[in-house]
């Protein structure tokens, strides 16, 4: 028994002897692994010698010396970790480190700023893609071709995109195991930094690469549109044709390697275009050549029958041929491109028996006067340059009339045009920003340093990861640690503006499509943006939207641009100050910018009679701005009838909406339906005037008017639930809040708190269907003298308004009599009596013709016909036909007396 129980306590002096040296051999490995990493570490290399003597020491070990190998083992395996632990963290700090850099960024390469630079990435793929998103949608070959390069850019940004992705997912795995990594799996985890941050910099050279692509594309999308224009503008030119073909070949052969040589392509097209005019000129010069040649024969065939006759001698007939083939070469050199020429002269003595000295001393030929068709007239007139030019026997003037689609900066600022789309010169230009980038980087570096302070007060657990700045806010983008509650960090709002001395913080939390919380801190100085910027902003003109209306620029940078036609309806609220009113003006001006008033009409009700009556006169109103809330309900109430008649015509030819409508009218040879806005500026007062009409109407507008093309934006600064009824609100899901008072008016608007957070002057939350939360925005601002240049612009145009002719009757209020005339008569119009001479001339009236003829706003022309229907000289409105004259000529004194 003796024997056996000493065998066991050697088999069990063995184990553990065994144990110690597996604990010395693994400790001895990962002190090998930590020795590859910091090579330079002489404390590593003496700790690994060790470990290796008691190594050796164990071979002959006893009892003693099992206890002290045992006791090393144990202590030199906690300085192992201890050193890992400490070695992980610092490479902790390095993954966060890691990442592509292909934009300007917020923070320095330091601590907090480690993880901005993913963010950026991100931000830089969503922007390029937005460029991208735009199609080449030109009808050439080179546009097709650059539209295949684009998809071509497309495919290689997703994949950039991808393969940063897959590094940045290797990343934040290896980052997380970091607390529990060996030190052998660290050695592993360092190798694969390396490896990432070389594949990293290849990210970066690829981006900087397709920033660049990219960045040209624009200019070439410019340069297809000149090929486009040329083309239309030459298109008997060979030569340009051949130039868009083998732009297309060579941009579908050499891809983007060929976008660095637009220069050179831009000149070659300069260069085909001058030939093109030239050899244009050319050939109407042969032309005026064969037409002089013609002429001159013909004279000369009339001559000789006349010298037959005796009635001239031979130098007589040579005179006048040689005026008149001089005569004939003059005229056709002063026809330029774009615009013509006319001699109009004061000497009309060209009578055929003029003496022969006369016919010589003048050698351009008769002068009689040479009139454009479309100067004078029932027409209006272009643009008119009249520089003096003298000219033997009467004086002469070159009269230069421009083509309707000239330039603007050319036309005179008075007299009727046709309709046209405003110009973005209209608009004060853009401000450009003078804000110091050092300045602002180390303003968003001391805000991360209150926002880590203010968290680690309140024993919140979370870092700043990224930060983008907005045009009136700063997005802090905090990552809270795995197990803290996203409610405890929503209720730091104030507690963060009192650290940073701001006026107010909003929470988003969390951010739609990401894993953080965003703080939405204001900006010391924000940026102001114009209503010109978003009017020339590739997201508007190039939107794809049937009803573009401008919101304004987001917290990523970028513009806007929502489509009335799918919200259907939009309301609009926000306390004194906010910026609604500015919004209601963008929103109108991003619909002027784009269609005519053929394509889309106003309905203005504005109660304040200060908000919109600066749009009065334009010819997009059907009736002049209504400001009278007693009218308003009536106004609204015809709205809703002609609704009812839209549908009706719809369905006689079996359409299901407005495009369908109109498709079919244009292959029925019937006139097209516009669009209708309804703007109300001031919801409250009508709903306290007549709120049940005014509810019902707005309800049934809202329930029913989207197919039938007409849509309503409403806005009220009382957002109480007696003005935003559940009614209103449940049929207007498209809503735009400005700053409020409280969390309760923010309910009623949005159904969610934050509006009471904004921080005015058009800082705003959008929510439309489709999106998952509302989206914060920065609102242009247009100034009263540019809706003023914009409004005074678009009362000079004219056309046949036969929409109002045909249906303005349905939005007028019902009046007390038959009469749709209001009794009042403007004495102080000087065109009232003129208006009046001119329907009794020609037997009939109509608003449109009193416009085109008098070159007044329709507006004006409204109020004209209305006081010559209450002075009895026109008879009621009639539908569709004119307006019966109901007195002569001779009577006018009797009306307006002598």
Same mark, same amino acid.
């Given at each position: 028994?003796?024997?056996?129980?000493?065998?066991?306590? =050697?088999?069990?002096?063995?184990?553990?002897?065994?144990?110690?040296?597996?604990?010395?051999?693994?400790?001895?490995?990962?002190?090998?692994?930590?020795?590859?990493?910091?090579?330079?570490?002489?404390?590593? %290399?003496?700790?690994?010698?060790?470990?290796?003597?008691?190594?050796?020491?164990?071979?002959?070990?006893?009892?003693?010396?099992?206890?002290?190998?045992?006791?090393?083992?144990?202590?030199?395996?906690?300085?192992? =970790?201890?050193?890992?632990?400490?070695?992980?963290?610092?490479?902790?700090?390095?993954?966060?480190?890691?990442?592509?850099?292909?934009?300007? #960024?917020?923070?320095? *390469?330091?601590?907090?700023?480690?993880?901005? =630079?993913?963010?950026?990435?991100?931000?830089?793929?969503?922007?390029?893609?937005?460029?991208?998103?735009?199609?080449?949608?030109?009808?050439?070959?080179?546009?097709?071709?650059?539209?295949?390069? +684009?998809?071509?850019?497309?495919?290689?940004?997703?994949?950039?995109?991808?393969? &940063?992705?897959?590094?940045?997912?290797?990343?934040?795995?290896?980052?997380?195991?970091?607390?529990?990594?060996?030190?052998?799996? @660290?050695?592993?985890?360092?190798?694969?930094?390396?490896?990432?941050?070389?594949?990293?910099?290849?990210?970066?050279?690829?981006?900087?690469?397709?920033?660049?692509?990219?960045?040209?594309?624009?200019?070439?999308?410019?340069?297809?549109?000149?090929?486009?224009?040329?083309?239309?503008?030459?298109?008997?030119?060979?030569?340009?044709?051949?130039?868009? +073909?083998?732009?297309?070949?060579?941009?579908?052969?050499?891809?983007?390697?060929?976008?660095?040589?637009?220069?050179?392509?831009?000149?070659?097209?300069?260069?085909?275009?001058?030939?093109?005019?030239?050899?244009?000129?050319?050939?109407?010069?042969?032309?005026?050549?064969?037409?002089?040649?013609?002429?001159?024969?013909?004279?000369?065939?009339?001559?000789?029958?006349? &010298?037959?006759?005796?009635?001239?001698?031979?130098?007589?007939?040579?005179?006048?041929?040689?005026?008149?083939?001089?005569?004939?070469?003059?005229?056709?050199?002063?026809?330029?491109?774009?615009?013509?020429?006319?001699?109009?002269?004061?000497?009309?003595?060209?009578?055929?028996?003029?003496?022969?000295?006369?016919?010589?001393?003048?050698?351009? *030929?008769?002068?009689?006067?040479?009139?454009?068709? &479309?100067?004078?007239?029932?027409?209006?007139?272009?643009?008119?340059?009249?520089?003096?030019?003298?000219?033997?026997?009467?004086?002469? $003037?070159?009269?230069?009339?421009?083509?309707?689609?000239?330039? /603007?900066?050319?036309?005179?600022?008075?007299?009727?045009?046709?309709?046209?789309?405003?110009?973005?010169? #209209?608009?004060?230009?853009?401000?450009?920003?003078?804000?110091?980038?050092?300045?602002?980087?180390?303003?968003?570096?001391? !805000?991360?340093?209150?926002?880590?302070?203010?968290?680690?007060?309140?024993?919140?657990?979370?870092?700043?990861?990224?930060?983008?700045?907005?045009?009136?806010?700063? !997005?802090? /983008?905090?990552?809270?640690?795995?197990?803290?509650?996203?409610?405890?960090?929503?209720? @730091?709002?104030?507690?963060?503006?009192?650290?940073?001395?701001?006026?107010?913080?909003?929470? /988003?939390?969390?951010?739609?499509?990401?894993?953080?919380?965003?703080?939405?801190?204001?900006?010391?100085?924000?940026?102001?943006?114009?209503?010109?910027?978003?009017?020339?902003?590739?997201?508007?003109?190039?939107?794809?939207?049937?009803?573009?209306?401008?919101?304004?620029?987001?917290?990523?940078?970028?513009?806007?641009?929502?489509?009335?036609?799918?919200?259907?309806?939009?309301?609009?609220?926000?306390?004194?100050?906010?910026?609604?009113?500015?919004?209601?003006?963008?929103?109108?001006?991003?619909?002027?910018?784009?269609?005519?008033?053929?394509?889309?009409?106003?309905?203005?009700?504005?109660?304040?009679?200060?908000?919109?009556?600066?749009?009065?006169?334009?010819?997009?109103?059907?009736?002049?701005?209504?400001?009278?809330?007693?009218?308003?309900?009536?106004?609204?109430?015809?709205?809703?009838?002609?609704?009812?008649?839209?549908?009706?015509?719809?369905?006689?030819?079996?359409?299901?909406?407005?495009?369908?409508?109109?498709?079919?009218?244009?292959?029925?040879?019937?006139?097209?339906?516009?669009?209708?806005?309804?703007?109300?500026?001031?919801?409250?007062?009508?709903?306290?005037?007549?709120?049940?009409?005014?509810?019902?109407?707005?309800?049934?507008?809202?329930?029913?008017?989207?197919?039938?093309?007409?849509?309503?934006?409403?806005? $009220?600064?009382?957002?109480?639930?007696?003005?935003? %009824?559940?009614?209103?609100?449940?049929?207007?899901?498209?809503?735009?809040?400005?700053?409020?008072?409280?969390?309760?008016?923010?309910?009623?608007?949005?159904?969610?708190?934050?509006?009471? =957070?904004?921080?005015?002057?058009?800082?705003?939350?959008?929510?439309?269907?489709?999106?998952?939360?509302?989206?914060?925005?920065?609102?242009?601002?247009?100034?009263?003298?540019?809706?003023?240049?914009?409004?005074?612009?678009?009362?000079?145009?004219?056309?046949?308004?036969?929409?109002?002719?045909?249906? *303005?009757?349905?939005?007028?209020?019902?009046?007390?009599?038959?009469?749709?005339?209001?009794?009042?008569?403007?004495?102080?119009?000087?065109?009232?009596?003129?208006?009046?001479?001119?329907?009794?001339?020609?037997?009939?009236?109509?608003?449109?013709?009193?416009?085109?003829?008098?070159?007044?706003?329709?507006?004006?022309?409204?109020?004209?016909?209305?006081?010559?229907?209450?002075?009895?000289?026109?008879?009621? &409105?009639?539908?569709?036909?004119?307006?019966?004259?109901?007195?002569?000529?001779?009577?006018?004194?009797?009306?307006?007396?002598?």
């Amino acid at each position: 028994m003796a024997w056996r129980r000493r065998a066991r306590t =050697r088999a069990a002096f063995l184990a553990d002897v065994a144990q110690v040296r597996h604990d010395l051999t693994e400790l001895d490995r990962d002190l090998a692994a930590l020795e590859g990493l910091y090579a330079v570490s002489n404390e590593l %290399t003496r700790w690994r010698g060790s470990v290796r003597e008691t190594l050796k020491r164990l071979g002959r070990a006893d009892d003693a010396a099992l206890h002290d190998a045992r006791a090393d083992a144990t202590a030199w395996g906690s300085a192992v =970790r201890d050193f890992a632990r400490d070695r992980a963290a610092e490479m902790a700090v390095r993954f966060r480190d890691e990442g592509a850099r292909p934009v300007p #960024l917020d923070f320095d *390469g330091d601590g907090a700023g480690s993880g901005v =630079r993913a963010d950026a990435f991100e931000t830089w793929v969503r922007s390029l893609k937005a460029s991208l998103d735009d199609t080449v949608d030109a009808p050439v070959a080179s546009g097709r071709a650059l539209d295949r390069l +684009r998809s071509a850019l497309m495919l290689d940004l997703t994949a950039l995109a991808d393969r &940063h992705r897959r590094l940045t997912r290797e990343r934040d795995l290896s980052e997380r195991g970091l607390e529990r990594m060996t030190p052998r799996e @660290l050695a592993k985890a360092s190798a694969g930094h390396a490896t990432r941050q070389s594949a990293y910099r290849a990210v970066e050279g690829s981006a900087q690469t397709l920033t660049a692509s990219v960045a040209v594309l624009d200019d070439w999308r410019a340069h297809v549109d000149a090929v486009v224009r040329a083309v239309a503008d030459h298109p008997e030119a060979q030569e340009i044709a051949d130039y868009d +073909r083998t732009l297309a070949e060579t941009l579908r052969e050499r891809g983007r390697d060929e976008l660095d040589a637009l220069d050179g392509w831009s000149e070659a097209l300069e260069a085909v275009v001058a030939r093109a005019r030239e050899d244009e000129v050319l050939r109407a010069r042969r032309r005026a050549e064969a037409a002089a040649a013609a002429q001159a024969a013909a004279l000369a065939a009339e001559l000789e029958a006349a &010298h037959v006759a005796g009635a001239f001698d031979d130098e007589d007939a040579e005179a006048v041929a040689a005026a008149s083939l001089d005569e004939a070469l003059l005229d056709e050199e002063h026809v330029h491109v774009g615009e013509r020429v006319a001699w109009v002269t004061d000497d009309d003595s060209h009578a055929p028996h003029r003496d022969r000295e006369r016919a010589r001393e003048r050698p351009h *030929g008769p002068g009689a006067p040479v009139r454009p068709a &479309h100067v004078g007239g029932d027409d209006p007139p272009w643009a008119v340059e009249r520089p003096p030019a003298t000219r033997e026997h009467g004086t002469a $003037t070159a009269v230069r009339v421009r083509a309707p689609d000239g330039d /603007e900066g050319g036309r005179e600022a008075v007299g009727g045009i046709p309709i046209e789309r405003p110009a973005s010169d #209209l608009l004060d230009p853009p401000e450009v920003s003078r804000d110091d980038p050092g300045l602002l980087a180390r303003e968003v570096r001391e !805000r991360v340093a209150k926002i880590d302070a203010t968290l680690n007060n309140f024993k919140l657990s979370g870092r700043v990861v990224a930060s983008v700045r907005g045009p009136s806010v700063t !997005r802090f /983008e905090v990552e809270p640690a795995p197990g803290e509650k996203i409610s405890r960090f929503a209720n @730091l709002s104030d507690d963060l503006a009192l650290a940073m001395a701001v006026g107010s913080v909003r929470i /988003e939390a969390p951010i739609p499509g990401k894993s953080v919380i965003g703080l939405e801190v204001p900006n010391a100085n924000r940026d102001l943006i114009r209503f010109r910027e978003a009017v020339e902003s590739p997201s508007y003109r190039r939107s794809k939207s049937r009803l573009p209306l401008i919101l304004g620029r987001s917290i990523d940078g970028e513009m806007m641009v929502g489509d009335l036609a799918r919200m259907p309806h939009l309301l609009i609220a926000g306390s004194t100050g906010s910026g609604k009113s500015v919004a209601v003006n963008t929103l109108i001006g991003s619909l002027l910018y784009r269609f005519l008033p053929t394509e889309m009409r106003f309905l203005m009700i504005d109660p304040k009679m200060v908000e919109l009556t600066p749009f009065d006169g334009i010819p997009h109103l059907i009736r002049p701005v209504v400001t009278n809330p007693s009218d308003a309900a009536g106004v609204l109430l015809g709205t809703v009838s002609h609704m009812e008649r839209r549908y009706k015509m719809m369905s006689k030819i079996g359409a299901k909406n407005l495009d369908q409508y109109n498709a079919k009218a244009r292959n029925l040879d019937l006139p097209e339906l516009p669009f209708i806005v309804i703007v109300i500026d001031e919801l409250a007062d009508l709903m306290i005037t007549s709120p049940k009409e005014v509810e019902s109407a707005i309800m049934r507008l809202a329930q029913m008017a989207r197919a039938t093309g007409m849509h309503l934006i409403l806005a $009220t600064q009382r957002p109480s639930v007696d003005i935003l %009824t559940s009614l209103i609100k449940v049929n207007v899901p498209a809503r735009l809040a400005f700053a409020v008072s409280s969390g309760f008016d923010s309910r009623t608007i949005l159904d969610t708190m934050g509006a009471e =957070r904004l921080i005015g002057l058009g800082d705003a939350l959008f929510y439309q269907p489709g999106l998952v939360k509302p989206v914060r925005i920065q609102g242009p601002f247009v100034s009263e003298s540019e809706i003023g240049a914009l409004a005074s612009f678009l009362r000079r145009q004219f056309f046949e308004d036969e929409f109002v002719e045909a249906y *303005g009757s349905d939005f007028e209020p019902v009046s007390s009599d038959d009469s749709d005339a209001s009794g009042y008569v403007d004495w102080n119009d000087d065109k009232l009596r003129v208006a009046a001479e001119m329907v009794i001339n020609e037997g009939q009236a109509s608003v449109s013709r009193l416009q085109r003829r008098l070159q007044v706003g329709h507006a004006r022309a409204g109020k004209l016909m209305d006081s010559l229907e209450s002075l009895g000289v026109v008879g009621p &409105h009639t539908g569709s036909k004119p307006r019966e004259v109901l007195i002569a000529f001779e009577e006018l004194p009797n009306v307006f007396g002598k």
